[in-house]
């Protein structure tokens, strides 16, 4: 974690930045968050993010601590006090700090953490090359997973399972067997050439990576369906992929020990990546 962080007004040494322990993302998972890429010093996808960061308040009635032009100000400062070039800025708001009780807090300030750190590109790229194993858990989530709340305890149980069955990720299953999404990720798989990813419900994230991607599909005339799909229909694609703000657009060559495909990074992966690459708004 870099150096700097951004609490409550305050841009404080990370080891010594503090949250009360009364603190309602603490005690109740009662806030919602974004996180951020960083690519060559711009922030990506900041428009999308920020909306969604809006949409998430409301969707829980918190009113935002700041006005919506301070984000890209703090977000932009810590991307310079911690000198970061490619990185991730995580960004929470919770109910704020009260005596604990159910019901919402009067006159209570919500509490911002802003955090920053640095990722390699590098790293990204090779770990392309290789793509990612995934292994299918059960979805045990609530039933408004399209707020990005803190509320994590299910996805992750479902990573660290993936991760104990040696995995990178977890594809989450519903009752009906359709996979709904990654554990922190959208799920995509590739049958012959039809495109695939799961509708934008209540039941997922709306990713703005993969809202990106399909932009760019859109402008490359790639098509593409919203549509379940199961384990069966796994069984058949030929390549597969996940996408989030810190994976981008990410091969995946094994699903539950069974390979994708030829189990190798698939042509369409490259073809995938470059157009999100190209099509990203950097800001
Ligand atoms: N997670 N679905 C879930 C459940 C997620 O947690 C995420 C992102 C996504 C992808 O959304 P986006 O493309 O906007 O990052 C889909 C972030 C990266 C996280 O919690 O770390």
């Not at 039941?203 to 384990?231: C, H, P, Q, V, W």
Request: glycine content about 4%; hydrophobic content about 40%.
């Amino acid at each position: 974690m870099s150096a700097i962080s951004y609490v409550n007004g305050v841009y404080i040494d990370h080891q010594d930045a503090m949250v009360n322990i009364e603190d309602r993302g603490y005690q109740f998972a009662d806030g919602v968050y974004e996180v951020f890429a960083v690519i060559k010093k711009k922030i990506v996808d900041y428009d999308g993010h920020i909306n969604r960061l809006y949409r998430s308040l409301n969707e829980i009635s918190l009113k935002s601590p700041i006005v919506k032009d301070a984000y890209i100000f703090h977000i932009r400062n810590l991307i310079r006090k911690n000198n970061i070039k490619d990185g991730l800025i995580y960004l929470q708001i919770s109910r704020g700090v009260a005596q604990r009780d159910f019901k919402f807090p009067k006159n209570t300030k919500p509490s911002i953490v802003i955090t920053a750190k640095s990722i390699s590109m590098d790293d990204y790229y090779s770990k392309f090359t290789k793509g990612i194993k995934v292994k299918i858990t059960d979805d045990l989530r609530w039933k408004r997973v399209d707020i990005k709340t803190l509320n994590l305890l299910p996805p992750v149980l479902a990573k660290q399972k993936a991760v104990e069955n040696g995995c990178d990720e977890a594809w989450m299953i519903d009752s009906e067997g359709y996979i709904t999404e990654g554990s922190s990720s959208n799920a995509w798989i590739l049958i012959k050439d039809k495109l695939i990813t799961t509708p934008a419900t209540n039941s997922i994230l709306k990713g703005i990576t993969r809202t990106s991607l399909i932009n760019a599909l859109k402008k490359k005339k790639i098509k593409f369906i919203e549509k379940r799909f199961n384990k069966k229909d796994i069984k058949i694609a030929n390549e597969a992929f996940i996408t989030s703000a810190t994976q981008f657009v990410m091969p995946v060559v094994k699903v539950d020990n069974a390979k994708i495909g030829d189990g190798k990074v698939g042509k369409y992966a490259n073809i995938f990546k470059d157009a999100y690459m190209e099509a990203i708004q950097l800001k």
